[in-house]
């Protein structure tokens, strides 16, 4: 489910990017600096947000059949979201994003530890 929702909401993302000024750009008070952040990107922000989007719809789909696949797409995703929760603390001083450090790190091993569920 989570990957799920992470799949949703990055593609989410790419409407909101690919159409501003509707209706739905009400969404971007819940996180006013990402919309900043997204913008200043360019079309780049449209792709990274779609490779994102389809990532999680990969693992989400992996982990429901309980493919190898899916474990290590997921694995991957959780690794990399870790590396970037600790470059934003370490080089942004945002150190709100340490909070995904014990969330990521605990879902990644729980996935981890369960490998022998997965064919």
């Known amino acids: 489910m989570f990957f799920g ?8 993302t790419v409407i909101l990017l690919l159409f501003p000024g ?6 971007w008070m819940l996180n006013p600096g990402a919309r900043e952040g997204f913008s200043s990107m360019g079309s780049w922000a449209v792709l990274m947000m779609a490779a994102v ?4 719809l990969t693992a989400a789909v992996g982990l429901w059949r309980l493919a190898v696949w899916g474990l290590w797409t ?3 995703i959780l690794a990399i979201n ?6 934003n603390a370490l080089i942004a001083r945002d150190y709100r ?8 790190g605990g879902m990644l091993t729980y996935l981890l530890t369960r490998k022998a569920l997965f064919r």
């Open 97 to 104: 994003a340490l909070i995904g450090l014990p969330v990521g």
């Open 53 to 56: 989007s389809a990532a999680c």
């Open 82 to 87: 870790l590396v970037g929760d600790t470059a």
């Open 74 to 76: 997921a694995a991957a």
């Open 22 to 27: 509707t209706e739905l750009d009400t969404l």
């Open 5 to 12: 929702f992470g799949c949703c909401a990055a593609g989410l």
